[in-house]
């Protein structure tokens, strides 16, 4: 006779160490699936609401180059407002790379303020009023940029990040594949 502690062989339920099994491999499962992966960030087109200088809706990808720095920014930020000259310098100087391009992110900014800073070319900046499309790549501080090379993103830079330093932007040029013109990418890497 079965008393009522005991489970009766007829009832079909599972006993509490096949229970323990299940839970501990559906918990291994949602890891698996969950668990931020330690490697190369892609960055791909990002959900999220982004605008252009008219306030249209605006989309990254089309705006990424084989190389691309995408820097998160305010016109708001002590430390963004130092660091834009050097970037506008480095676009010059890199002004004539197809495969290279600098987008400007601008957070929780206005039009009005970025033009009053950037004058003209701030028709080339796309804005996150909301923070969305920063927070969906890890951005929760200003200034932040990541350097993209075919999607992948193979450094990011927080806070201000001196651009005119000649081992940063001959790491540029590598990943543009200029190794081999010595005298150019001498050129391009130094201030």
Known sequence: MNSAAEPSEKSGGLGLPAKLVLGGLALCVLAALFWPSGGTTTFREPGGFLVDSHGRPAK????????????????????????????????????????????????????????????????????????????????????????????????????????NNPELRAKIVSYLGEQGDATRTADLASP
């Open 60 to 163: 990254l990808g089309p705006q990424l180059a084989p190389v691309s720095l995408v820097h998160f920014w305010a016109s708001w930020c002590p430390p963004c407002i130092k660091e834009i000259p050097d970037l506008q310098k480095l676009s010059r100087d890199f002004g004539d790379k197809k495969g290279f391009a600098i987008v400007m992110v601008a957070v929780e900014d206005t039009t009005e303020k970025v033009r009053g800073f950037l004058g003209t070319g701030a028709d080339m900046v796309l804005y996150d009023p909301n923070w969305d499309v920063a927070k969906r790549y890890g951005t929760d501080k200003l200034p932040e940029t990541y350097l993209v090379v075919r999607g992948v993103v193979v450094q990011k830079f927080v806070g201000q990040t001196d651009w």
